[in-house]
């Protein structure tokens, strides 16, 4: 079956219809408001009229419309629901190529599903973005031959064309409290171990990493305090401005993971994220290959959590470092990395960092700096545990610095 695709032009008219509690901007009459109960009498009469979406359909008309009529996500819609936000729980239809015009925020008991094969083109610098708040879900069902794929709508298409996905769970962070996204005002955070805020596998997410009023940029997919019961699995981004993938805080696992093509770091890990990574494969990355960075000093050298991420391949040039472990770090054990084309393997960014390491927190097993730069240097630290790496052969993401087998079929921009 071929794609729907629904537009809006100028030379439409300016009344639009909100359904299935979600904006989803298709087309209307005027700008006059509509009477309810005379417009009820016209949704039997065969004709399309009224704010009816098809022939009686939509608008005051009772019932939902065939959701092959529906195309259009997000936006500023007057009316008779809140701006750009979904409360229910809504599938999209893979047939249908989806226009994200604006903000989306799925609220709490809300939740979006999104099957295999679906595409959302996000209009380009209209601060578009979709967002998940605490209590929300997103479910995405894509297929290895047949991902999801949230991706800019512009001609021809940049980084940062628009914001990216934002997922806020209610599970902790370092601080121990609730806490509000850098990027949108909205809570994070919290005491639930087992929170999910869906699952997501082979999803792609391309040209992501708007910058934002305060000048930060969206990263392609982030995750504030997600919880263990969210499956993140199969998710690639690329050509993101900002950070491909990010995770602060929060105790969700990670896995099968790519990176392509960002501009600040591969994956940021911040705020003593306790979930585990498996098989992350970062390549074209301009900072650091994975940076993980936290606001809470580790007292122990044997804290209760310790995240273990293996099987990571970092491929340069263009990398600054391939590890930045950077203010008050955090515990991880990081295992099986296979770098290439670096300049710096590992960056230990200021006293409290090194501290950390001095501790034992960090440490990495069986890294190999493959095809180092000609002025390589394996690590900064000059601190009083320098066995807190060790280099071996190390296969990386499964293939070294080639595409792991696991990434053919749903990913792009890989050789």
């Known amino acids: 079956m071929f794609p729907v695709k629904i537009y809006i032009g100028s030379s439409l008219p300016k009344s639009v219809f909100v359904g299935v509690f979600f904006f989803l901007i298709i087309s209307c009459s005027d700008d006059d408001p509509v009477d309810d109960n005379e417009a009820v009498l016209t949704c039997f009469d065969g004709i399309l009229n009224g704010d009816e979406i098809t022939v009686d359909c939509g608008g005051v008309c009772p019932g939902f419309c065939p959701l092959s009529s529906i195309g259009i996500l997000g936006g500023e819609v007057k009316g008779r629901s809140q701006n750009g936000e979904l409360v229910d729980v809504l599938q999209l239809d893979p047939s249908i190529e989806y226009r994200l015009v604006g903000p989306l925020l799925i609220r709490d008991k809300g939740a979006l599903s999104i099957p295999a094969g679906t595409v959302i083109k996000a209009d380009p610098n209209v601060g578009a973005y979709i ?75 391309e040209y992501a990493g708007a910058i934002t009023e305060n000048q930060q940029n969206f990263d392609g997919i982030a995750f504030y305090g997600v919880g263990a019961f969210t499956n993140v699995t199969n998710v690639q981004t690329y050509e993101s401005l900002g950070n491909g993938i990010r995770f602060i805080g929060g105790n969700a696992d990670a896995e099968r993971l790519v990176v392509t093509n960002a501009g600040a770091n591969g994956i ?38 310790t995240d273990t991420i293996r099987n990571i391949s970092m491929v340069g040039p263009n990398f600054e470092e391939g590890l930045n472990y950077s203010e008050l770090g955090g515990s991880y054990v990081l295992t099986n990395v296979h770098t290439t084309g670096m300049q710096l393997g590992i960056n230990v960014e200021g006293p409290a960092a090194s501290n950390q390491i001095d501790l034992g927190n960090l440490q990495i097993d069986s890294i190999q700096f493959d095809n180092p730069a000609t002025d390589f240097v394996p690590t900064n630290y000059t601190g009083t545990n320098p066995g807190f790496y060790q280099e071996n052969i190390a296969t990386g993401a499964g293939n070294e610095a080639l595409k792991p087998d696991w990434a053919n079929g749903w990913t792009r921009g890989l050789q």
Request: with cysteine; proline share 6%.
């Open 131 to 205: 967002a998940v708040a605490q209590g929300g879900q997103l479910f995405v069902f894509g297929q290895p031959e047949n991902p999801a794929v949230i991706t800019s709508g512009a001609e021809n298409p940049m980084p940062g064309d628009w914001g990216g996905v934002i997922i806020c769970g209610q599970a902790p962070i370092d601080t121990g409290e609730v806490g509000r996204s850098d990027i949108i005002d909205i809570f994070y955070g919290g005491s639930e171990l087992e929170d999910s805020s869906g699952f997501l596998n082979y999803l792609r997410i």
């Open 268 to 305: 940021a890990v911040t705020n003593d994220w306790s979930g585990n990574g498996n098989s992350w494969y970062l390549s074209g990355v301009s900072e650091a290959g994975i940076r993980i960075s936290s606001n809470e000093l580790v007292e122990s050298p044997n804290p209760i959590v």
